[in-house]
């Protein structure tokens, strides 16, 4: 299998570095497009506050135009990268990551682990582990370096 459509998932650390240039390689390499997606957790978000109505949307828009920002940097970097795009998500990690690879049709996910083990590994893993779970296509899993 060739890919020709790379979903490659990033949430901006260092750790998640090794899966991007992986996935810009596999890009060049296959001439595939890459969408470079990015998901706000909005498990982080307080939905519980009533109290603080609209300014929880509001935050939540400043932070995804934030993002989108962010992502448009990286898409920049990849170099001489001929298909490219970028996408930005809220809600779900794991889910909102597989709902984008189904609906871009993506041949291959590429996912960043913080390599942890024990107690980290349930917690820094756990994305990258339901992604593999529940997406029904391949997934390549990147392990950052120790150093990361």
Sequence with gaps: MVPRRIICCTDFSYNSEPARELAVDYA????????LVHVIDSSLFPTYVDWLGDEID???ARTKEAAETKLQEIANKCGDLSDIKT??????????IVGVANDEAADLIVVGTHGHTGVKHLVMG??????????????LIVEASPLG
């Design 28 to 35: 060049k390499a296959f001439g595939a497009r890459l969408t």
């Design 126 to 139: 756990s994305i990258a582990r339901s992604v593999l779970r529940t997406a029904h296509r391949p997934v």
């Design 58 to 60: 509001q935050i939540l």
């Design 87 to 96: 996408c930005c998500e809220i809600g779900s990690p794991a889910e909102k």
